[in-house]
């Protein structure tokens, strides 16, 4: 198959979260008579080239999608092709950096080299990342990883993560006619809200400022009760400089409502440019300097591996009607992690030498 065939095939194999077994099965029959060794755990797979030797370089991306939004003028769950795209569910996010992933991987496949490099695409990355937490204990050490996303072919050295905090103001009922003998919890929320709306956290170089955004509020029982509850959520985009529970407690002192951690595991990622992997995309991709990113991906489950995101298509398209990569893009893609894979392993060959 070549990379629009083979993205034609990932595109009408409907893999919305949770039901990503079709398209594991498939592809692991298409790879495994293409002479690669698939590995599977749950909806994931993944498979090894090379010698198991050190480094040990991954290649990521995902096989599920979200659910088709409203708005498609074609079935979502069926390629459409025009001259120059392809367009249906997930053809930009995430399918189109799998089947560049598999070209490259087609490219090394009876190549030599030292080192060794997984190839790993799994299921449930749009719904909380299940899928790379459950194989990441079974790839032993890994020394580099790249996360296929659509950044453009630009290399993401910084990702932002996701803290969200449910905060909860307590006070005490009364009629509303003798407000005086009650607590008004919404009022108490209200000047928290306030005090939200003005914090501010250290800055990070690329992606800037952090902001405490509360997005969900609820409270009050009757029209003519002074309300003894309020619950809100705060939304923080967080960046690597930042550590969730430090963020988490800095808010809590400053609140008068009680806070607790609803979700922190979409941890802030970044990798310093000095990085084997940073240089060698940077020179794959000809650019001079890497991006943030303000969407988290799988790459957040991979904290403390140097790592970057960079995959084919816009991620301006992702989780929209009518999502679609262009066939140019397709093949950029695919030839963009090929030449990284030997930019990457011809660096780390020198790198070892100083080590
Ligand atoms: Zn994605």
């Avoid at 991987?105 to 190839?119: C, L, P």
């Avoid at 799994?122 to 790379?132: L, S, Y």
């Avoid at 607590?183 to 929320?189: E, L, Q, S, T, W």
């Avoid at 967080?238 to 002192?253: G, K, R």
Wanted: some cysteine.
């Amino acid at each position: 198959m070549n990379a629009a065939q083979l993205l034609e095939f990932l595109v009408s194999t409907p893999s919305v979260s949770g039901n990503e077994d079709t398209i594991a099965t498939s592809l692991s029959g298409i790879l495994s008579s293409e002479g690669f060794r698939i590995q599977r755990e749950g909806d994931s797979i993944w498979f090894t080239l090379g010698n198991n030797a050190r480094p040990h370089l991954l290649l990521l991306s995902h096989l599920d999608t979200v659910p088709p939004c409203k708005g498609w003028n074609s079935d979502p769950f069926k390629a459409h092709i025009d001259d120059s795209k392809i367009i249906g569910l997930g053809a930009n996010d995430a399918k189109g950096s799998v089947a560049a992933m598999i070209m490259a991987a087609h490219e090394i496949q009876h190549r030599d080299f030292v080192g060794s490099i997984t190839f790993a695409f799994v299921a449930d990355e749009e719904r909380g990342g299940e899928g790379i937490r459950a194989i990441k204990p079974k790839l032993g050490h890994i020394d580099a990883a790249v996360v296929g996303e659509p950044t453009g072919l630009q290399i993401c050295t910084a990702q932002r993560g996701l803290l969200i905090l449910r905060c909860t103001a307590h006070g005490k009922a009364s009629h509303a006619a003798h407000a005086h003998l009650g607590d008004n919890a919404i009022h108490k929320a209200a000047r928290d809200i306030s005090r939200l709306a003005v914090m501010e956290f250290e800055t990070h170089e690329d992606l800037g400022a952090t902001r405490a955004e509360v997005t969900q509020i609820t409270g009050g029982l009757s029209r003519n009760q002074v309300p003894d509850r309020c619950e809100f959520f705060v939304d923080l985009r967080t960046t690597a400089n930042l550590d969730h529970a430090t963020v988490a407690n800095e808010i809590d002192s400053a609140l008068e409502s009680d806070v607790a951690v609803h979700s922190h595991r979409y941890e802030p990622v970044a990798t310093n440019a000095s990085e084997v992997v940073v240089r060698a995309a940077l020179e794959a991709a000809n650019a001079s300097a890497g991006i943030g990113s303000v969407t988290t991906s799988d790459w957040a489950f991979l904290k403390g591996i140097p790592a970057i995101k960079v995959g084919p298509g816009d991620t301006n398209r992702s989780h929209r009607p009518n999502e679609y990569l262009l066939f140019s893009e397709l093949e950029k893609g695919a030839a963009f992690y090929s030449r990284f894979i030997h930019v990457y392993f011809r660096m780390a060959a020198k790198e070892v030498v100083h080590v």
